[in-house]
């Protein structure tokens, strides 16, 4: 069976929103640096350091996600199923809302606003799938590492 390969985590396909939490928090750590001594309020690093903290939590966390499921899907550290499309809700629009799906009653939910470290944008208008697609999915924790549709 061919199968055409719709998604597979990269280097390249991780949300924008991860490059710029980590370009935040390496400016916000290279300010800190070299205004530390030259500033007289410290009322500045006290607002600056908080927030920067949970963008540099958030930015990290994110990248680990991918990180590591990059390597995962190289070496092979993944759950695969295969089988018909059921149950397929697409997103509201190809920028909101949650869409889900099930194959052999495994459920996979994702959405542009969620940083899960794979699949996270619609599929709704690729060509192929829809109810009945058969579909083959490496996945780990939930987390759609690559998919792929039969032809």
């Known amino acids: 069976m061919n199968y055409n390969v719709i998604y597979s985590v990269n280097y390249f396909n991780m949300p924008i929103i ?25 009322n500045i690093i006290r607002g600056v350091i908080p927030p920067g903290v949970l963008v540099g939590i958030f930015a990290i966390a994110s990248l680990y996600s991918y990180l590591n499921n990059i390597h995962s899907l190289k070496n092979g550290n993944y759950n695969v199923i ?6 397929f809700s697409p997103a509201a629009s190809s920028y909101k809302g949650i869409e889900s799906f099930q194959v052999d009653s495994k459920t996979f939910e994702y959405s542009n606003s969620s940083i899960n470290g794979g699949l996270n944008h619609s599929v709704f208008n690729i060509e192929g799938m829809k109810n009945g697609s058969m579909v083959r999915i490496c996945y780990r924790n939930d987390a759609i590492l690559r998919l792929e549709v039969r032809k």
């Open 18 to 42: 991860v490059y710029i939490t980590l370009v935040i928090t390496i400016s916000i750590v290279v300010f800190l640096i070299r205004k530390h001594k030259d500033i007289e309020n410290r």
């Open 82 to 87: 295969e089988g018909k499309v059921e149950s």
